[in-house]
């Protein structure tokens, strides 16, 4: 029997490989954009390609990368030994890319390009198995929800700390050379970042076992091919984590060019960072008194309403706060909500199929993920430089635009087209416990030796 100790151990564990994730994620997501356009000095057009091309790159070594985990048997089970191999070239890969080689603007592209498209490798590496482990930590609805919330705590831990910190940190390590700066301050929390992909490592446990043949390829995509509620929960990915990206990208330019406050960047990337903890604390509450997409419908409009409080105000410094907090607040609750929900179409594909593939399908959710960052970056980037961007400089009309464009009006637009997407479509949540108590019951089978037919009957009616 699992002691208290036992699970908080695991849920620690498994919650601070978000953590790894976030200090570099959201230095990736606040500046690397404005470290290649402000300070590598590469053209802001050049830049939204190279985001598009690496992402494309990365979905082969998603879905190579899902399809090794499904087929991984070591003493550590499937996905957690990758937490061990990653950790250390995943720091420094991290390190590497906000390096600025004195190799002219060519060779600093080339260097950009590779050190990039490593970073996305690795991110891989450490990332997809974090997603695939959750439902060999435990097949019990409620702990998995548990498991979110602690994971979307402990990344909010990280993505507040390079929220808060990170530009104060380049600055004074910098000393004024901000090429400098970055690079110390990105070696200082990839080194972090490893330690605790080390200490993941040493404290989950895969503890439901998912006993099936080695998958091929063809198998594992016929296994997603017949899974609907994934393919509804794929399209929302690249709606939903698409306004997350342009918003996220276009923050420092907004506070720095539109409103001329650039000391408020670290305040409202704080709050955008911290606030989301206590939305996240809320989640288990709310799930265990309705259904998940009812808890994802409320919390997309709470993103939606400070999302607009922060455009009606203007240049008010309270404004915007306020603004900020509530949008943090809905942020926190969607995303841990979305991290629970992600665990539920591996089980349906294994109801429906026979097959389970959580390493695949935790793979394509990854790079769906990506491709939604890579065209939101380009489309930012070809929105700034057609707007007449110019780096460090006071800005026109239309680039201020194309700002305002890439931090509010596309990411509101986006939120509502996921509500609509997952209102209308999502109907997992209603058949899902009784897909549950039978996928339990077919293992049962397994266990005492008794072969289960392939497929269960008939999909249980919606509610």
Not at 440 to 463: F, I, L, M, Y
Request: hydrophobic share 50%; aromatic share 12%.
């Amino acid at each position: 029997m699992t002691t208290s100790t036992g699970i908080w151990k695991q849920r620690i564990g498994y919650g601070v490989a978000d953590t790894a994730c976030n200090l570099v994620w959201q230095m990736i997501t606040l500046y690397l954009m404005f470290f290649y356009t402000d300070v590598m000095g590469l053209p802001p057009a050049t830049v939204g390609i190279m985001f598009l091309v690496t992402r494309v790159v990365d979905g082969v070594t998603d879905v190579l990368m899902g399809i090794l985990i499904d087929n991984t048997n070591t003493k550590w089970g499937k996905s957690r030994p990758y937490f061990l191999w990653g950790a250390i070239p995943f720091g420094l890969i991290a390190m590497a890319t906000f390096y600025v080689p004195d190799v002219g603007p060519t060779g600093r592209l080339i260097w950009a390009y590779v050190t990039y498209m490593g970073l996305s490798l690795m991110y891989t590496v450490v990332n997809i198995p974090l997603a695939s482990i959750l439902p060999s930590l435990t097949s019990d609805a409620t702990e998995r929800t548990m498991l979110a919330t602690t994971r979307m705590v402990f990344s909010f831990i990280g993505a507040t700390i390079i929220s808060s910190v990170a530009m104060p940190m380049i600055d004074q390590l910098g000393g004024g050379d901000k090429a400098h700066g970055y690079f110390v301050t990105m070696s200082i929390w990839a080194v972090v970042a490893t330690l605790l992909f080390l200490f993941t490592f040493k404290n989950v446990e895969e503890r439901v076992e998912i006993k099936q043949d080695k998958i091929g390829l063809l198998t594992a995509f016929k296994a997603l091919k017949d899974n609907t509620p994934w393919k509804v929960f794929a399209l929302n990915i690249v709606v939903m984590w698409g306004a997350v990206f342009f918003q996220g990208g276009a923050l420092v330019y907004y506070i720095t060019y539109n409103l001329g406050k650039p000391e408020l960047v670290g305040v409202i990337a704080g709050i955008g960072a911290f606030v989301p903890m206590i939305g996240t604390l809320s989640t288990p509450f709310f799930a265990k008194r309705m259904k998940k997409i009812n808890v994802f419908m409320i919390a997309s409009a709470v993103v939606l309403a400070g999302t607009a409080m922060m455009l009606l105000v203007g240049a008010s410094t309270p404004g915007l706060i306020a603004g900020a907090i509530v949008m943090g607040l809905g942020m926190g609750l969607r995303t841990s909500i979305y991290f629970s929900m992600q665990a539920d179409p591996i089980d349906y594909g294994e109801w429906k199929s026979g097959v389970n593939a959580a390493g695949l399908l935790s793979a394509v959710n990854g790079f769906i993920g990506k491709v939604s960052f890579a065209i939101a970056g380009a489309a930012a980037g070809y929105l700034l430089q057609s707007g007449g961007y110019v780096p460090d400089h006071q800005q026109s009309a239309s680039a201020l635009k194309a700002i305002e464009l890439c931090y509010f009006i596309i990411p509101m637009g986006l939120i509502v087209l996921s509500m609509i997407i997952m209102k209308t479509m999502y109907k997992l949540d209603y058949i899902f416990p009784q897909i549950r108590a039978e996928l339990d019951a077919r293992n049962a089978q397994k266990e005492s030796q008794t072969v289960p037919p392939a497929n269960v009957g008939s999909e249980p009616a919606a509610a």
